[in-house]
């Protein structure tokens, strides 16, 4: 099979949903830097028109929007599916992807884990504790849902490893970097074991900040 393209900003969740997506399945993939300066200068405001990251190449076929991503990659790779059979299953899977990206990543991660990590870290900016006093109660709201939905369960949607954990994992695991962290945690035992579970995978093994920055150099 020929190899799958990522180009991400290392250190993107996104990106890292996609990458730990395809280690899971076992398919060769190379990693591609973009320079966040050049997010929306050609040439990858060409494969990427609302300028950013990440995006898939495959055999020439590009692709954007992460969810998409994942799921071709789980549709075009056989082996091991990381969609359930169960329709109930697959809809629970569906429906934390959402979550994941409207209400996770929105006003939560894309404040809390961009003004405590990827602001510093690739941009030197200074946390805006206003902002992130201001998505704390949201972030809350979302935790207390994950957890519900998580239960007793070994996985998001169920017994099975799915494209809702690759989602919601790396999301988790950039604000568990976070001083918030612990307060955001306080009633949610559950979703902290499951994310020790998941961290304990090869593929989020294999795909921390630092790996993926050694990926891009050595590609
Ligand atoms: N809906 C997009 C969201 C991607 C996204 O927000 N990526 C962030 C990095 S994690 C980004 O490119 N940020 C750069 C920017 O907004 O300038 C997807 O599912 O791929």
Redesign the pocket.
């Known amino acids: 099979m020929s190899p799958f393209l990522v180009y991400t ?1 290392p250190g ?4 890292r949903a996609v990458l730990a997506t395809l280690i899971e399945k076992d398919a060769p993939c190379r990693v591609v830097a973009v320079p ?1 300066e050049s ?2 200068k050609e040439p990858h405001i060409s494969r990427h028109p609302f ?4 995006v898939l190449e495959h055999d020439g076929f590009v692709l ?4 998409a ?1 994942v799921r071709y990659v789980d549709r075009a790779v056989p082996g091991k599916p990381l969609t359930p059979q169960d329709i109930r299953a697959a809809a629970r899977m569906d429906q934390i992807m959402n979550i994941s ?1 409207w209400y996770l ?1 929105h006003g939560v991660n ?1 404040v809390i884990g961009f003004q405590r990590i990827v602001g510093p870290r690739v941009l030197s900016l200074s946390p805006d504790e206003a902002a992130i006093a201001a998505a704390k109660p949201k972030a809350h709201k979302v935790f207390r849902e994950l957890e519900r939905l998580l239960g007793t369960n070994e996985f998001l949607a169920g017994s099975q490893l799915s494209l809702a954990d690759m989602m919601a994992v790396t999301q988790l695991d950039l604000l568990s970097e976070t001083p918030e962290w612990a307060a955001l945690t306080a009633e949610t035992p559950n979703l902290v074991s499951w994310l020790a579970r998941m961290n304990a995978r090869k593929s989020l093994k294999e795909t921390t900040w630092e790996k993926v920055n050694l990926l891009a150099r050595a590609a």
């Open positions: 900003i993107s969740p996104y990106g966040p997010i929306r300028g950013r990251v990440p954007y929007e992460t969810q991503m990206d990543f894309s």
